[in-house]
């Protein structure tokens, strides 16, 4: 589950269009090099007694078991209610989105891909690879969802200024692969998404892990 966070990033990222895409993106700053200060969260009592009561702790029928996560899930009463019941902002954050599962099981499996370094996560949602970023070792993480603006142009001014290593989880929507961003991809691995996963996100039966290279 992400709370609100109220860290200091650049003004001009792309988190809303990682998110909107469902898919997750991670920038990996060297030692020292973050850009981003300040820190702080916040959660309203009330909606998080709301949240607890109408989610529910689970790590099972993802990519990750060991990670346990609080998502909206078959068993909840809003998975079955009309979505304007919901009387919060919709809940983005509550799906393991295959995206941020096959991000989350590439840095299980490599950790030395995030230890010791500053990660940022964008489109963050539930935090499960802010987590996993956390069990590889991260020296410090910041999980971001919903940004104003998307723009894949600060994403190569922090490849370019910082020497950022930016890694992007997506199951190959068509939103992404019609993305002028692909001619700045590479494949780094493909995971076979879980039955209960498939069934979730309209048969979607894979998904994969992009190294952005400008």
């Known amino acids: 589950m992400a709370l609100s966070l109220g860290w200091k990033a650049p003004r001009n990222g792309c988190g809303l269009l990682l998110q909107a895409m469902r898919s997750s993106g991670l920038l990996l700053f060297p030692c020292g090099r ?4 300040g820190a702080g969260s916040f959660l309203d009592p009330e909606i998080k007694a709301f949240l607890e009561e109408n989610t529910e702790v689970t790590s099972s029928g993802s990519l990750t078991p060991e990670i346990q996560l609080r998502l909206l899930t078959p068993r909840c009463k809003f998975w079955w209610e009309r979505a304007d019941l919901w009387p919060h902002s919709d809940p983005y954050w509550a799906i393991y989105w295959p995206g941020g599962q096959a991000l989350s099981r590439y840095l299980l499996d490599n950790p030395d891909v995030v230890r010791g370094k500053s990660v ?20 410090r993480i910041l999980a971001n969802d919903i940004d104003p603006n998307s723009l894949h142009q600060w994403l190569k001014k922090c490849f370019w200024t910082y020497r950022t290593r930016v890694l992007i989880g997506d199951p190959g929507r068509p939103q992404f692969s019609g993305h002028s961003i692909q001619h700045h991809l590479h494949k780094v691995v493909e995971y076979s998404l879980l039955e209960p996963t498939r069934q979730e996100n309209s048969g979607l039966t894979t998904s994969t892990v992009w190294d952005f290279q400008p």
């Open 120 to 139: 940022l996560d964008l489109g963050s949602g539930c935090g499960a690879t802010a987590i996993a970023a956390k069990m590889s070792g991260a020296s």
């Open 34 to 37: 973050c850009p981003w200060r």
